[in-house]
């Protein structure tokens, strides 16, 4: 009589590794809610923020709060629409999408952009002001997302597979640098090099294209006088507090104020002309002064909600086998995650100043609308992703 030794199993229960809280909820759900809480505090701290500005500039203390919320209005219909679109369409006119970005570009270059504090980011349509640079940072990463499954096997043995990619964005970037916005250009990049990791390059490849990028980015941060001087004041924020240093100096004042639970809503005084864009670039001090530590780790809960949501959505979509849509949904939480730790540590003095916006917070359309296309985008990723894992699979 034989006896048969079977190796003992030993699995770990579902419930170890995820959360009950993440299991109860879809991640669709997780994603709306994370959304509707930025959304929220967004339209509140703007209404705030913009009061003495708006005042002064337009005798009308909420001209700017009722804008913003016309662009929320308009960003929540885009994200609608979009999450209803089929992604294989996303595709089909992906080349469109990028050719029109590209001429937005050149176009903001024209007598027909709008110069601001010495850049030309803006079109003027009308009443409305479109910023082509967030429009372009979209259709690259989609544009991407396609290249990398098109070319998978060669991304994964040469650098010269990623030629053609590199012309596009190569130009997007020189563009960019032509307004001049630096931060968009270095956001875009970074995102780019996530998704080519995610892609499978090969480390040393990886490695060589990290080199040269990190030296044109140094190249280009010391090409201008005016970005020279941030950096110098970077390292000091308190050497020349009425000069340079003026607007990080503010901001660092904002969130000294804001100690644990804040000054309340509305009684910012770091608003009241002492904060330049307080309601835009900076609002984030703003945000921290009115409502404190304790607002703050609420705002970066919902951030990180946001962000690990579209992660899942990402690699749920990877296991069913839709590597382009994953690359997609990696794509934008990258541009967003990005910009986010970028504004953060631009307005608490560990990263010289950029003009980036704070996603789903700061006042502007162009911004804001992108933003929810591409919210709108991860849960249609999401909807295809569950409904191919709900599909019967056929048998062989």
């Known amino acids: 009589m034989k006896l048969s030794l079977k190796k003992p199993t030993f699995s770990i229960p579902h419930h170890w590794l995820v959360p009950n809280w993440q299991q109860e909820f879809s991640e669709r759900r997780l994603l709306m809610l994370a959304v509707a809480v930025l959304a929220c505090l967004g339209v509140t701290i703007v209404g705030s923020a913009s009061m003495s500005i708006a005042s002064a500039d337009f005798n009308d203390p909420f001209y700017f709060f009722r804008r913003h919320l016309i662009y929320m209005f308009m960003a929540v219909t885009a994200a609608v629409i979009v999450a209803n679109i089929p992604l294989a369409l996303w595709r089909k006119w992906m080349p469109v999408i990028l050719i029109v970005a590209g001429v937005l570009l050149v176009l903001v270059l024209t007598p027909l952009g709008k110069r601001v504090n010495g850049s030309a980011r803006w079109l003027g349509v009308g009443p409305l002001t479109i910023q082509p640079s967030e429009v372009a940072k979209f259709a690259v990463v989609l544009y991407m997302s ?7 096997d060669d991304v994964r043995k040469s650098l010269l597979a990623l030629w053609r990619s590199a012309l596009i964005v190569g130009a997007t970037v020189g563009l960019l640098m032509g307004e001049p916005d630096f931060g968009a250009s270095l956001v875009l990049l970074v995102s780019l090099f996530g998704m080519l990791f995610l892609a499978g390059a090969p480390a040393k490849n990886f490695m060589i294209l ?18 020279v001087r941030r950096i110098l004041s970077f390292w000091d924020a308190w050497d020349d507090a009425y000069g340079t240093d003026y607007q990080l100096s503010q901001s660092l004042i904002a969130f000294g104020r804001g100690d644990w639970f804040g000054v309340g809503l509305g009684h910012s005084v770091q608003k009241l002309f002492y904060l330049p864009e307080a309601h835009t670039d900076f609002v984030f001090a703003i945000y921290a002064e009115e409502f404190g530590f304790v607002g703050v780790a609420v705002l970066l809960l919902a951030f990180y909600l946001f962000m690990n949501t579209g992660v899942r959505i990402a690699r749920k979509a990877m296991v069913h086998g839709k590597l382009e849509d994953a690359y997609l949904a990696y794509g934008i939480v990258f541009l967003l995650l990005m910009q986010i730790v970028i504004n953060i540590a631009v307005c608490t003095g560990l990263f010289p100043t950029k003009g980036l916006t704070l996603p789903f917070i700061s006042y502007g359309g162009s911004s804001l609308i992108m933003v929810f296309v591409m919210f709108g985008i991860l849960l249609r990723i999401d909807s295809e992703a569950t409904t191919s894992a709900s599909q019967p699979k056929e048998s062989v």
């Open 210 to 227: 990290l080199v040269a990028a990190g030296s044109g980015i140094v190249g280009l941060a010391f090409s201008a006088e005016y970005r």
């Open 146 to 152: 396609n290249y990398l499954v098109r070319r998978q």
